[in-house]
């Protein structure tokens, strides 16, 4: 399993606590271009987690590095800031294996912020249909032995969850029900759009650069979400929220790649500081 981190010295011991129950035997932890105490207290953290350290802060490079490490298939990717144990990981592993997918990934849980904005955010967003066609990343991916064959090196795009989950076909991703994992909503209306930005310009990248692999088009979709809503006045708030969100963070995302601006570390630090 690799974990890819940097600057996650507030969110790094919670996840490897809930990664070292006893189920897993390799954890590497990449620290990349860290200034704090990250790679200190994944050391300490016991003798299951190897640590790598880059001087260089990439997640793809560390991907790539921690990929490099790695001993067994399947490999798991998992994001600093998710909230998983490590029974999830092997039971979702063990599934992997005799189901015969290529790429699997626990379900998606979203923790309630404290912000009731964003909470009607997310009332929407767990509608969408990419939440509901074999979701894979956001923080976890597992890829089996003849998934990793599917490509070469990590390559260097913001969206790194996104290319792992359109190299697969609906049918050759698992998703089950009963193993879940967390993250924490972001805290604020500014945050969240910060997150959906550097979301939206990392899927608008994808598609220049693998045109192959590129989402369908957004019409679609938000033509299901309004049918969906229509009829459920208590939604209306919820879906007027979404959309301005949505339609902020893609012309936003549509400015910064133009300016070719770095976005890459553009994260959410108040589920940090809540950690923290």
Known sequence: ?????????????RLLEGLLDGSLDDVVVVANGCRDR??????DAGSSVTVVELAEGSKIAALNAGDDAARAFPIAFVDADVIVSGRTLAA?????????????????????????????????????????????????YMISARGRDR????????????????????????????L?????????LRSLLHRNTRIAAGNRELA???????????GAGARSIARRVWRRPSLWVAFATYAVMYLSAHRRAAALLRGREQIAWNRDETTRERTA
Do not use: K
Request: aromatic share 10%.
């Open 1 to 13: 399993m690799v974990v890819p981190a940097h600057d996650e010295e507030s969110v790094i011991g």
């Open 38 to 43: 990250t790679a200190d207290i994944a050391r």
């Open 92 to 140: 979702l592993a063990e599934r992997l294996d005799d189901s015969g997918s290529l790429v699997a990934s626990p379900r998606l849980e979203v923790a309630p912020s404290g912000s009731w904005w964003v909470r009607q955010y997310y009332r929407i967003w767990a509608l969408t249909d990419y939440r509901s066609t074999g979701h894979v990343g956001s923080g976890i």
């Open 151 to 178: 490509f070469d090196r990590f390559p260097d795009v913001i969206a790194d969850d996104l290319f792992i989950q359109r190299l697969f076909a609906p049918d050759e991703r698992l998703t089950p029900e009963d």
């Open 180 to 188: 879940v994992f967390r993250v924490e909503a972001p805290g604020t």
């Open 208 to 218: 220049e650069r693998f045109p192959d692999l590129a989402a369908p088009a957004g």
